[in-house]
């Protein structure tokens, strides 16, 4: 690949990564949330579909006239993934959290 069409593929890689950001940002602030809410259900399902639907319109909108564009974009999703993993982890973090009791100890 030449220099001129990696520059005008930074663009949609980019555009990955603000996916990515509201995507897995939103999945976090989500679990957050939810976990103490009346109806976590409720939450977590109008959560998933706002996110789906703001992510595949963005790679649609993005990657709609190229498959390097697309590709771009996916990467870009998938470095924010590897970051907003790594920011949200707590050092020494090994286990989730439990909800309400329920524990691996039997």
């Known amino acids: 690949m030449k220099t001129n069409e990696i520059i005008n593929l930074l663009p949609a890689m980019f ?3 603000a996916l990515g950001i509201i995507f897995f940002g939103g999945l976090w602030f989500t679990v957050r949330k939810g ?3 009346k109806r976590p259900a409720l939450i977590f399902m109008g959560s ?3 996110r ?3 992510v595949l319109m963005g ?3 993005v ?3 190229s498959w390097q564009k ?3 974009c996916l990467v870009g999703f998938l470095i924010a993934r590897i970051v ?3 920011i949200t982890k707590k050092d020494g973090q090994t286990k989730t959290r439990f909800i309400k009791g329920v524990s691996d100890e039997s």
């Open 35 to 37: 976990l103490d809410s």
């Open 63 to 65: 990657g709609s006239d």
């Open 48 to 50: 998933l579909i706002l």
């Open 70 to 72: 697309m590709l771009a």
């Open 84 to 86: 907003i993993v790594h």
């Open 52 to 54: 789906m639907g703001i």
């Open 15 to 17: 555009a990955g990564i």
């Open 59 to 61: 790679f649609y909108y």
